[in-house]
C-alpha cells in the first residue's frame, strides 16, 4: 500500500498547486503557458461562401429609402485564407464586400470595402447553424449625385458598422439578414446612410 501512496500523494499535492489563482496569475500573458482556447463541437476548416444580396437604404436627412444590391465573399473562421490565426482564436471572419445604393435624391453611393465580422455562439443545430454577429470595416466609396459640381471628384473613404444573422446550411448554402450603417466624408460634407440587407450565398469555389 504504501508503494503506491507516496507517489499519488504527490501527484494530488501538484494537481492542487497548480488550480491555485497565484499559478493561473503566472501563466496570464505567457502564451506558452496558458491552456489552448476550446472550440468543441466546431469545424476546424469553414467554407468561403460566395453571396449576393438585395438592400433598402437612405439617408438620414431623408424619411424615404430606396433600393440598393451587391455581392461579397465571406471567410469564415478557420477558413483555408486568413490574415493571421489570430482571427481563429476570435472567432472573426473577413468580409470583402461590393455594395451599392440608390439615395432618395436621385443620387448613388458604390463601396468597396473590407469587414472583420465577429461571430457569437451557435443558435442552431448540426444541421442548420444560426450565428449572430457584429462587424465594422472601411471601404473606398463612390458618391454620384445630380449636383455633381458641388462635389469633389474621385473615391473617399467610409467606415461602417454592421449587425446581423447568418442561417448557415451545411454543407453548401448560406442565407443572411443583417442592418449597416455607413458614415464618409465627400468635399467637406458628412454623409451617413444606414440600409438593411438580405442575401444568399453558396460555397465557392
Known amino acids: 500500500m504504501d508503494s503506491w501512496f507516496v507517489p499519488l500523494g504527490l501527484a494530488w499535492a501538484f494537481a492542487l498547486v497548480l488550480s491555485t489563482p497565484a499559478t493561473a496569475q503566472l501563466t496570464e500573458g505567457n502564451s506558452r503557458l496558458e491552456l489552448p482556447n476550446s472550440h468543441l463541437n466546431e469545424p476546424f476548416e469553414n467554407p468561403v461562401f460566395l453571396t449576393g444580396h438585395g438592400a433598402y437604404g437612405g439617408g438620414f436627412l431623408k424619411q424615404s429609402g430606396d433600393w440598393g444590391y451587391g455581392g461579397a465573399i465571406i471567410f469564415r473562421p478557420g477558413s483555408p485564407i486568413?490574415?493571421?490565426?489570430?482571427?481563429?482564436n476570435w472567432t472573426t471572419g473577413m468580409v470583402v464586400q461590393v455594395?451599392?445604393?440608390?439615395?432618395?435624391?436621385?443620387?448613388?453611393?458604390?463601396s468597396l470595402d473590407l469587414i472583420l465580422r465577429r461571430y457569437f455562439n451557435n443558435r442552431g443545430d448540426r444541421k442548420t447553424e444560426v450565428n449572430i454577429f457584429l462587424?465594422?470595416?472601411?471601404?473606398?466609396s463612390e458618391i454620384k449625385r445630380p449636383?455633381?459640381?458641388d462635389i469633389a471628384g474621385g473615391d473617399h473613404w467610409s467606415i461602417l458598422a454592421e449587425a446581423g444573422q447568418e442561417w448557415f446550411f451545411k454543407?453548401?448554402?448560406?442565407?443572411?439578414?443583417?442592418?449597416?450603417?455607413?458614415?464618409?466624408?465627400n468635399a467637406g460634407r458628412t454623409y451617413?446612410?444606414?440600409?438593411v440587407l438580405v442575401g444568399a450565398g453558396i460555397v465557392w469555389p
Open 82 to 88: 486568413n490574415i493571421f490565426d489570430g482571427l481563429w
Open 99 to 110: 455594395d451599392f445604393l440608390k439615395v432618395p435624391d436621385g443620387g448613388d453611393i458604390t
Open 135 to 140: 462587424g465594422i470595416g472601411s471601404g473606398i
Open 147 to 149: 449636383d455633381a459640381h
Open 171 to 185: 454543407p453548401t448554402h448560406m442565407f443572411f439578414l443583417k442592418g449597416q450603417y455607413r458614415w464618409m466624408i
Open 192 to 195: 451617413r446612410t444606414w440600409s
